[in-house]
């Protein structure tokens, strides 16, 4: 069974662009559902988002919060790939994995899953991505929103699978230093017992 937060998740656009003040659609979704923020903080829902919001939760709607930005039309990155440097940069904050490249190598949009979240833009040191018009048929597409949702998702996993397996490492290598250290310490006090043993 849908839990409100679910239903509150569905009707956000899934852009993922962290406008509202939260890292992602869900966790916003989380927080209107726990009466921790309010349903005026999606720009890319914008109007029609907050009045589906506030249908579903009874209340009256509230006009956007300008501090969260401003309602406009969704659009598309698009990476000039002649002033591509391959710096990675734009694929490390794009939060559905819709860019790929490799370190200096041109990198390129995958347009149909791009959501317009425009976070790669200051990410870029050259300036290389430009916005333009997202369709209005992939603006509305409910399976835009949800194959977006699901490769957040997968990213989340993933970048939390590579976390714990850093922290594992950094953990071994630390048990490793101490028990290397702790042999020299050891040693060092057997070398000096011995020193402090009488002579015969």
Do not use: W
């Not at 927080?31 to 923020?37: D, H, K, L, P, R």
């Not at 506030?54 to 990476?79: H, Q, T, V």
């Amino acid at each position: 069974m849908a839990t409100l937060a679910d239903r509150i998740d569905a009707l956000l656009p899934q852009t993922q662009c962290e406008q509202c003040g939260y890292h992602g659609c869900r966790p916003y979704a989380d927080a209107i559902a726990n009466g921790e923020a309010d349903i005026n903080q999606c720009p890319p829902g914008g109007s029609d988002g907050i009045a589906k919001l506030a249908a579903l939760l009874g209340r009256a709607p509230l006009p956007l919060n300008p501090e969260n930005g401003i309602e406009k039309p969704r659009s598309l990155a698009r990476i000039i790939e002649a002033d591509c440097i391959g710096c990675t940069k734009c694929i490390q904050v794009c939060p559905v994995d819709a860019i790929v490249g490799a370190n200096k190598l041109m990198h390129t949009v995958i347009a149909d899953d791009c959501t317009g979240c425009e976070r790669c833009v200051p990410a870029c040191p050259v300036d290389c991505i430009v916005l333009e018009p997202m369709p209005l048929v992939q603006a509305e597409d409910p399976a835009h929103a949800d194959a977006a949702r699901l490769h957040f998702q997968r990213r989340e996993t993933r970048l939390e699978a590579q976390r714990a397996q850093r922290e594992a490492e950094l953990a071994t290598r630390k048990a490793q230093v101490h028990t290397a250290s702790q042999s020299v310490l050891d040693a060092l006090a057997r070398a000096k017992a011995r020193k402090q043993e009488p002579k015969p």
